[in-house]
């Protein structure tokens, strides 16, 4: 016997940021060689329930010779269900002197903890991302 399960989705999931940038020109009075530029930003994911349509399939086979033939299908089923994606947030910053050298970093958590099939939990651990960057034209 063989089971196939599918699941299919059809929905949209958008994640939501903002994002500041300023300009220094002069410390006391003094005005710099090259200007600095400082970013900042904040990214957001809100929990999401999605509903998927699930298709189950069970086939039997008879094997002949070695070769495995579908018999018959034992089970061809469709339902209803949820998946429920955690809420994910993050923090973003950049600096940039002159138009020669970019720093960025950023910091993403994902609650994949609170990740759900059908209301239930599949033991998932909560997710850190941690990204470093650098950039000299």
């Known amino acids: 016997n063989r089971n196939i399960v599918t699941t299919r989705v059809g929905q949209i999931v958008a994640d939501y940021g903002v994002q500041h940038r300023f300009t220094i020109d002069s410390v006391k009075g003094r005005k710099l060689n090259e200007p600095v530029k400082i970013t900042s930003g904040f990214v957001l994911g ?58 960025l970093a950023d910091y993403i958590v994902q609650q994949w903890g609170d990740y759900r099939e059908n209301n239930i939990s599949k033991g998932f651990n909560n997710s850190h991302t941690v990204a470093l960057g650098t950039q000299y034209i």
């Open 46 to 103: 809100t929990n999401t329930n999605l509903a998927v349509n699930l298709d189950t399939f069970a086939f039997t086979y008879l094997y002949t010779n070695g070769v495995a033939t579908v018999q018959d299908t034992t089970i061809n089923t469709q339902s209803k269900g949820t998946i429920a994606l955690p809420i994910k947030y993050g923090v973003g910053f950049g600096f940039q002197k002159g138009e020669r050298w970019l720093v």
